[in-house]
């Protein structure tokens, strides 16, 4: 653990209401502490530390002139919340982000009144701030009060379609409301599309605030001294174009753009925004992701997602791994395809180098897309090459597909256009907890007429699966396959292409069969190693899909043994009830099988590590032993002591 950092000011600040009587030499100074404070708490948890270190001004900045938590501050996507939840009454727990028990690596309403509104997927604060704004004005009640709303949202976030949907939603309702654009020039990776070369633009061409806001007649919403230099200017630029003006064609006031790591532009203009908005009012703010860190500053991604590292030296402690990741064996047998056929191309909505296709945009940048955060379009874009006849992956984490369900079920599955779903971070993912589990994709999917769903039990599967899908012409497909290190499986040369429909037996025992889905294949093994010293062998299969189901495996196991169990990396609803449905409506019930299905929980379950999270989903493979005995009559020594 390396040393705290000395933080005298910050010492003394318990909440923001601490910061008022602070001048603005003083506000800089907490600024300077906190940036260390933070650098020095992700050290030793992990976790985003580039998004909060590019904020570290702006926080100190909206809480010194705001008065939260009456005044809602909404972060987009909130991963640049660290410094916040310092400020808020959290840096006695800020050591405990991320971890099981600890902090929410993200906002979240239980956790404080500073928190307003939580998230985690980008992209919703204006709609938030929106409707804070409007509950205020409509008499809303709430026990911290409504003042103002202030939604802060990225360059990358601002991509998306639902902020423009908000944006143009508040420009039509004219309520007071203020949206911080914090252009940093970055998302996770560079921010691509015309949105990011437009606000470049407004910067680049044209570096004076104070011209660009005269020209725009919001002068009088500036502070004193540049409003001084903006008269003076006004006639200069008469009928000159200026930037802005996407914003305000949208009914909002613009302002900026400003340096938002200098504590003399970013206090004047929020205490004249706070003084005299009367409608909304966007205020551009530019920033550096990773600011005052040099190694975030230096890193390819400004230090986005970090492991625990060294403060002094920035080297950051990843285990080694032992195993490729999934993520990895999907982006090369990808590429490998890809090689042998021209029509097959990828698309990401900004996650390169999340969903694996870094090689594919390197090897093949003419096929491969980042839309950028932009779920909805990917899809509905994925769906059109397929029938402009490409065979289009798209590469989508669980939870974000999400985002972009309509378009699954109206753009692709409709059309039995031959769209291929390579769905990672499957299953529960960890640290960044409920908002990123990938819990409902089996069930969404599957209830899809003529969509074929899949889950690699191992990355051997996987990379079967990713050929499988290539070969899939018919119609939508999708494979799903968990975040991280596979199960150190040998390797096939070739990838074989897998009959639709047909699932692979692993064992055979008596009594009990254990159908698995995915990944908790390897759980389930080591639950049936312990019950073999126990005199029970479960016969194991593995499903490969589920739709369409194996109905010829399934009805055999059901015939051939007193109880089957499944088990998913899912929600209710998925591939254990396509299963139960099945039994039920051929009749198997009838005649006396004793079944159970092994689901994730009715309910959100916080970050941990994945096997601390599985142990609250009861998956595990003690548990798994545990649901076999019980199914079986034969209660364990706890419960008979019990
Ligand atoms: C709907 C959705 N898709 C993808 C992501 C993954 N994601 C998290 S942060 C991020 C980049 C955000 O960029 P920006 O808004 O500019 O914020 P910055 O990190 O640069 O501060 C992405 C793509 C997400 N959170 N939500």
Redesign the pocket.
């Known amino acids: 653990m390396s040393e705290r950092p000395h933080t005298p000011l910050l010492d003394q600040i318990a909440r923001p209401a601490d910061l008022k009587g602070l001048s603005d030499r003083q506000l800089t100074q907490v600024a300077d502490e906190l940036r260390q404070e933070t650098v020095s708490a992700v050290s030793e948890t992990g976790g ?1 530390l ?2 909060g270190l ?2 570290v001004e702006l926080t100190v900045a909206l809480h010194a002139v705001f008065d939260t938590p009456r005044d809602k501050v909404i972060w ?2 909130s ?2 919340c660290y410094p916040h939840k310092i400020l808020t009454g959290r840096r006695d727990r800020i050591r405990t982000l991320r971890k099981k028990d600890g902090l929410s690596g993200f906002t979240k309403r239980v956790e404080s009144p500073y928190d307003p509104f939580g998230a ?4 919703t604060s204006i709609s938030a701030a929106l409707g804070f704004a409007v509950a205020r004005d409509l008499g809303g009640n709430v026990p911290e009060g409504l003042g103002d709303a202030i939604a802060v ?8 379609g639902m902020a423009f949907e908000a944006m143009n939603n508040a420009g039509h309702l004219g309520k007071r409301l203020i949206v911080i654009l ?8 560079p ?1 691509v599309g015309a949105l990011s070369s437009y606000l470049s633009r407004l910067y680049a061409e044209e570096p004076f605030q104070e011209l660009k806001a005269v020209a725009k007649g919001a002068a009088s919403l500036l502070p004193e001294p540049f409003r001084e230099g903006a008269k003076r200017a006004k006639d200069m630029l008469k009928g000159m174009a200026v930037g802005g003006t996407l914003f305000e064609s949208l009914g909002f006031s613009y302002l900026g753009p400003i340096d938002g790591h200098d504590m003399d532009q970013l206090l004047p203009v929020l205490r004249t925004v706070k003084a005299r908005a009367s409608g909304p009012i966007l205020i551009h703010v530019l ?1 550096k ?1 990773g600011k005052g860190y040099a190694p975030a500053e230096r890193a390819d991604d ?1 230090g ?1 997602a970090t492991a625990t590292f060294d403060v002094i030296t920035g080297k950051q402690n990843k285990p080694p791994s032992n195993a490729p990741s999934y993520t990895s064996v999907f982006g090369d047998e990808l590429v490998k395809l890809a090689a042998k056929d021209d029509k097959i191309c990828a698309v990401t ?3 390169p180098d ?1 969903t694996g296709l870094g090689l594919m945009a390197e090897r093949y940048p003419s096929r491969t897309f980042d839309v950028g ?1 932009a ?1 909805q379009h990917g899809v509905t874009f994925a769906a059109a090459l397929a029938a402009g006849g490409m065979k289009p992956f798209c590469a ?2 669980s ?2 597909l999400q ?1 972009g369900y309509d378009q699954v079920v109206h753009d692709v599955a409709i059309q039995r256009l031959p769209v291929r779903f390579a769905i990672d971070r499957a299953g529960l993912v960890g640290a960044d907890g409920a908002t ?1 589990a990938g819990s409902f994709d089996i069930a969404y999917m599957a209830n899809l007429p003529g969509m074929v769903v899949m889950a690699a039990a191992d990355e051997a599967e996987l990379k079967h699966m990713v050929a499988t899908a290539a070969a899939h012409d018919d119609g939508p497909i999708a494979f799903r396959y968990p975040r991280g290190e596979g199960e150190g499986v040998d390797m096939p040369e070739e990838a074989e292409v897998l009959e639709i429909g047909k699932g692979r037996m692993i064992q055979t025992g008596a009594r009990v069969a254990i159908l698995s889905f995915g990944t908790r294949l390897g759980e389930v093994k080591k639950a049936a190693e312990s019950l073999s010293a126990k005199g029970i062998t479960p016969t194991i299969a593995d499903a490969r899909f589920a739709k369409p189901l194996d109905r010829e495996m399934i009805l055999q196991l059901a015939e051939g043994h007193e109880a089957l169990i499944t088990i998913e990396e899912g929600a209710v609803g998925g591939f254990g009830s396509h299963v139960a449905q099945l039994l039920a409506e051929e009749g198997v019930f009838d005649t006396g099988l004793k079944f159970r299905s092994m689901v994730l929980p009715d309910t959100f379950i916080d970050q941990a590590s994945p096997a601390d999270m599985y142990d609250v989903a009861a998956m595990n493979a003690p548990q798994i032993e545990a649901k076999v005995l019980e199914v079986l009559g034969i209660a364990t020594i706890g419960e008979k002591r019990a």
Not at 153 to 160: E, T
């Open positions: 985003h580039g998004a590019g904020v987009d996507v991963h640049q985690a997927h980008s992209s949202i990225g360059d990358g976030a601002m991509s998306a914090n252009d940093n020039e970055m998302s996770i990776a921010p920033t992701k400004k986005h909505a900004a996650m999340g955060i779920e989508m984490y939870t974000f985002r990123h």
